[in-house]
């Protein structure tokens, strides 16, 4: 099964997805890319910013949804 099928399932069941979890799950080091390449085939996945610690204080980083 390719990462963008792997990426659509987990999407398509209703849970967020972020890089970090994109790589421990799949071993997806460019979740923006397979993401860009689901919403070309018109799959909508919204983008939402997120906070969270880190060692150096806090980042914001990209969490995936996909809106049905």
Do not use: W
């Not at 799959?43 to 990209?62: L, M, Q, Y």
């Amino acid at each position: 099964m390719s990462q963008n099928h792997k990426i659509l399932s987990h999407l398509k069941s209703g849970q967020p997805l972020t890089a970090k979890d994109a790589l421990e799950l799949f071993g997806c080091f460019r979740l923006s890319a397979r993401v860009h390449d689901l919403t070309r085939k018109g799959h909508t996945i919204v983008s939402e910013p997120v906070t969270v610690k880190t060692r150096d204080g806090k980042k914001v980083i990209a969490e995936y949804r996909y809106a049905s």
